[in-house]
T-cell receptor, first 111, second 119 residues
Framework: GESVGLHLPTLSVQEGDNSIINCAYS??????FIWYKQESGKGPQFIID?????DKRQGQRVTVLLNKTVKHLSLQIAATQPGDSAVYFC??????????FGTGTSLTVIP | GAGVSQSPSNKVTEKGKDVELRCDPI?????LYWYRQSLGQGLEFLIY????????KSGLPSDRFSAERTGGSVSTLTIQRTQQEDSAVYLC?????????????????FGPGTRLTVL
């Protein structure tokens, strides 16, 4: 079955530092991955996605790295800001319409 | 333009009652998803609608759960004979096209959710 998990449930970083949030998946057939940010009381918000034919993809202050060999995904946030404090989810998909979400990592940015 | 909206924002009901949760997707979005999020958990896929195709109901946890999408727009998730374990936040999302992205940027836009509490 599908399994998407996060290495750390909570992460605290100093404002201005870089943040790295990790995610492991178990389905080797997964070929599409998404990172979401969820602030308290709101629905998840898309951050960045990546396909399995890529190892890295960059957005604005964010980078997603995919290591298919060890089935690991990470989200890097550069120059973390207080507004980045939220729960971050990774989601993966292989076939069909389902996306499988991890339980989330709570990121707290310390001013 | 408006994003995905859901109503009600909060719903408290008694065990055994039926509830209806509404989702208004972004206009023009052909794909619509329902998810359930329990406290401190990730999102659990429930059902997916794509255009006029038959919905993917594979995530519905029991036959007490059903959903409709009328006219390819508004969707209603119905839970019959609610149980306490149904208490969760129910999230709706829409995207411009299908679940399997044909190109980058075809992300799902989520509504704020409906918090359901079954007493």
């Amino acid at each position: 079955g599908e399994s998407v998990g996060l290495h750390l449930p909570t992460l605290s970083v100093q404002e201005g530092d870089n943040s790295i949030i990790n995610c492991a998946y178990s389905n080797s057939a997964s070929d599409y991955f998404i990172w979401y940010k969820q602030e308290s009381g709101k629905g998840p918000q898309f951050i960045i996605d990546i396909r399995s034919n890529m190892d890295k993809r960059q957005g604005q202050r964010v980078t997603v790295l995919l290591n298919k060999t060890v089935k690991h995904l990470s989200l890097q946030i550069a120059a973390t800001q207080p507004g980045d404090s939220a729960v971050y989810f990774c989601a993966e998909s292989s076939t069909g319409n389902q996306f499988y979400f991890g339980t989330g990592t709570s990121l707290t940015v310390i001013p | 333009g408006a994003g995905v909206s859901q109503s009600p924002s909060n719903k408290v009901t008694e065990k055994g009652k039926d509830v209806e949760l509404r989702c208004d997707p972004i206009s023009g979005h052909t794909a619509l998803y329902w998810y359930r999020q329990s406290l401190g958990q990730g999102l659990e896929f429930l059902i997916y609608f794509q255009g006029n195709s038959a919905p993917d109901k594979s995530g519905l946890p029991s036959d007490r759960f059903s959903a409709e999408r009328t006219g390819g727009s508004v969707s209603t998730l119905t839970i019959q004979r609610t149980q306490q374990e149904d208490s969760a936040v129910y999230l709706c999302a829409s995207s411009l096209s299908g679940a399997r992205a044909q190109f980058f940027g075809n992300e799902q836009f989520f509504g704020p959710g409906t918090r359901l509490t079954v007493l």
